[in-house]
């Protein structure tokens, strides 16, 4: 029987560069409230929002991510030859194939790197964080661009009260590369396919096309179920990554959770009995909800903004449809 050659990755992986890109149209609660029976009251009570970004024509998923991915990618102190695979994670990339994230690594300049998409919802981030890893410990790449994009104002029912307030567009990126010491913790990851319903696309695209449907399709939820299942399924699973990573909540720096809704993120900080200085992630309130790029997003913000700083130690965690979820720990690039 022959024998393999071991592989030769990195004894670790960590995250080297963290880039964003929101789109240039800020939209108001009041422009939602043009096609719904509500208030802004109601909407920043129940969700804390109060804008979101809505994409034109040119911010495309692709432009949104090669923006995106440039900031990281310089932030790193690498060049893009370098790029040894691209991930990208979208629910809302309408080209069935081929995938965009191999439109993204040709624009970018990589050197015929690697390139796939994955659909894992407002969870996506942290699989393909995940994925990355695995392909630098194992030795296939040196360096992969992970993606976090959405156009989730092309999948949103503007006449739906209970979700034409919660989703925006945009694109995070981070850089994930060789580490000497562990700075991406174990994943806690899983699905629960039989709460399927709560988030989910109203009908197939097959449905719209035959013309049995002659509404779009869009994204629709119940949102007492989701609301229920974040708050006291996910602090749970929050807290496994936290003991997986072998450290407390006291040892944290930062907690960047999914930007699904403010009170979600207050009852998981509350449940998980957060220090006072854990710095927490609200980038909900002026980017609504982005779900596979609303972690990266966030995480480019508090850098951005001195709220956070290079070497924190932070737990990401992101929920969503599927149901589906991911957290782990991270060290800030």
Not at 148 to 162: C, H, I, K, Q
Not at 241 to 270: W, Y
């Amino acid at each position: 029987m022959a024998k393999l050659k071991p592989s030769k990755g990195a004894p670790y992986a960590r995250i080297l560069g963290v880039g964003g890109y929101r789109p240039t149209r800020v939209v108001p609660n009041e422009v939602i409230l043009e096609t719904i029976d509500s208030s802004d009251e109601w909407i920043r009570s129940r969700s804390g929002i109060e804008t979101r970004h809505w994409a034109n024509d040119e911010e495309t998923v692709a432009a949104m991510s090669i923006e995106a991915s440039g900031k990281a990618i310089a932030d790193a102190g690498i060049s893009a030859e370098q790029i040894g695979g691209v991930i990208v994670s979208t629910v809302s990339h309408f080209k069935q194939t081929p995938a965009v994230a191999t439109e993204i690594a040709d624009k970018l300049g990589t050197n015929k790197a690697a390139a796939f998409d994955i659909s894992a919802g407002c969870a996506g981030f942290g699989y393909a964080l995940t994925l990355a890893k695995g392909m630098i410990v194992e030795g296939s790449a040196e360096y992969v661009l992970v993606i976090g994009v959405e156009r989730l104002s092309d999948l949103t029912d503007l006449e739906d009260r209970a979700t034409a307030f919660l989703f925006g567009d945009g694109a995070g990126a981070v850089v994930v590369g060789p580490s000497k010491e562990p700075a991406i913790g174990p994943t806690v990851w899983g699905s629960e396919g039989d709460k399927s319903e709560t988030i989910k696309q109203t009908v197939p695209w097959t449905d719209y096309r035959t013309g049995e449907v002659d509404k779009f399709p869009a994204i629709t939820q119940e949102g007492q179920a989701v609301f229920r299942w974040a708050v006291f399924e996910m602090a749970k699973v929050a807290q496994q990554a936290l003991d997986a990573a072998g450290i407390t909540s006291d040892d944290l720096d930062v907690f960047i959770p999914h930007q699904a809704n403010e009170r979600i993120i207050d009852s998981m900080v509350k449940t998980l009995k957060l220090p006072e200085h854990v710095t927490v992630a609200r980038d909900v309130r002026t980017t609504g909800n982005t779900s596979a790029a609303s972690i990266p997003l966030a995480m480019e913000r508090l850098l951005a903004t001195g709220e956070a700083k290079s070497g924190d130690t932070a737990l990401v965690i992101g929920f969503g449809a599927g149901l589906v979820y991911a957290a782990t720990v991270v060290t800030l690039p």
